[in-house]
């Protein structure tokens, strides 16, 4: 028995249930919830599959998802819901006996912050309930992470230099928008960077340190040091390692209007009172309280509506340095994915692609008992190798570049 409830009904929700909808063998049962079922509804009617079941469910509830969990019996919780919701649904599946993954991590609505501390914390009780919980299942953090483990089993004595490159290099020919969660996305590059270095962290100013990199089939393109909760993670279960960075690419447009953003104040996430006329009585007025950046996302295309126009593709992977017998070697793996493709298989643009198949081949890798032991575990923790076997099955296939120059 397969029994999976996944939480979400967005982009990266659709490409999961897509592919789990196509390896049935592994998962039997599935259910798809989200605070508005007529979405979940809306992606079983995509896939054409009517044995799917969905539910409505508030994921900020723990009791709304308690008594979910307790209906349906998972024995695994896919949560592709936001990161704001990541401890609810943990404490839900930890009173009702189910095991945990996830894409990102948890970072409070209030504090644009995100870090491990608080789902780690969840560790001890994980093993006494004799659960199992994966953090950071989705491409970066995920894949880059689990290529990270698979160098470091096959191609390394010692990592030294860990440097994680993601690049899109499509086009979705919007002015602005984002290809995931804007609010999300937007508080995550508005932050500053922060990168490890000679056993401490290094703060830099957002988006102060970049240089143009060199991606496959996609030529150069200036590239951002960013905070990413991987490196978290991979420095302390490798800790040979020297230096470890994120890089992503941006566009002059994108910078530009999120300079304009910021300098407007709709990036702010504290709440602001407006006084707003009634629409059917304009003479009459209302306070009301609003997030800046939640109305800016309201306004902001849709992250699911982009993929029918994206063309281009994505360029993400690891550029490592390191030894191996003694002498120093560079090695790059990397998966480059087309938004067309990804379109044409799932309806989605090529980001929700390449977070929503690692989420699903995580759920497979528990299933399968793989990637199964109480506690709570990052995904670089597991034997990498039949995850990585996977990626080429299920639409994210992998390459390998040996002793090339890798520019960091």
């Known amino acids: ?3 999976v409830l996944m939480i979400g009904a967005g982009g990266v929700a659709t490409v999961a249930a897509f592919k789990i909808a196509q390896n049935a063998d592994v998962f039997t049962d599935f259910m798809i919830a989200s605070r508005t079922k007529s979405k979940c509804d809306r992606i079983v009617e995509a896939i054409g599959n009517p044995n799917i079941k969905t539910a409505q469910v508030d994921a900020d509830d723990v009791e709304q998802l308690k008594a979910l969990f307790n209906d349906y019996k998972p024995e695994l919780v896919i949560n592709l819901a936001l990161p704001y919701q990541d401890l609810t649904i943990m404490e839900a599946c ?12 948890y970072e409070p609505k ?3 912050h995100f870090e491990y501390s608080w789902q780690w914390a969840y560790k001890k009780r994980f093993e006494e309930a004799g659960l199992t919980a994966i953090l950071g299942c989705g491409f970066d953090p995920g894949v880059t992470s689990i290529f990270t483990a698979y160098a470091a089993k096959h191609h390394f004595d010692e990592i030294q230099y860990l440097d994680i490159v993601d690049c899109n290099a499509g086009n979705h020919h919007k002015a602005f928008a984002t290809n995931f969660n804007p609010e999300i996305n937007i508080r995550e590059i508005t932050q500053k960077g922060l990168y490890w270095e000679d056993g401490k962290w290094v703060e830099t100013a957002p988006l102060e340190i970049h240089k143009p990199l060199t991606y496959p089939e996609v030529g150069p393109k200036e590239s951002y040091l960013l905070h990413h909760e ?6 302390k279960n490798y800790p040979t390692i020297k230096r470890a960075r994120f890089w992503m690419t941006f566009g002059q447009q994108y910078l530009t209007y999120l300079d304009c953003i910021q300098n407007l104040g709709m990036s702010r996430i504290d709440e602001i009172t407006y006084e707003a006329p009634l629409a059917d009585n304009p003479s009459e ?3 009301v309280k609003i997030v800046p950046l939640q109305f800016l996302k309201a306004v902001l295309p849709n992250p699911q509506d982009l993929g029918e126009n994206y063309d281009g593709q994505t360029s993400i992977g690891c550029r490592i340095r390191g030894i191996k017998d003694g002498k120093e070697q560079t090695y790059y793996v990397y998966n ?9 298989e799932t309806g989605m643009q090529g980001v929700s692609y ?4 690692p989420a699903m081949i995580g759920a497979m890798m528990f299933f399968k008992g793989l990637w199964r032991k109480p506690g709570v575990w990052n995904v670089e923790e597991f034997d990498p190798d039949p995850f990585m076997e996977q990626l080429n099955k ?3 296939p992998w390459h390998e570049l040996f002793n090339v120059d890798i520019e960091l």
């Open 94 to 105: 930890l009173a009702c006996g189910c095991s945990y993954l996830d894409t990102a991590n």
């Open 336 to 344: 480059n994915c087309s938004h067309e493709a990804a379109y044409k």
């Open 394 to 396: 299920q639409g994210l």
């Open 354 to 357: 390449t977070t929503g198949v």
């Open 285 to 287: 007025k209302v306070k």
């Open 1 to 3: 028995m397969g029994k």
């Open 110 to 112: 209030d504090e644009a």
């Open 230 to 235: 991987e490196i978290e993670s991979l420095v």
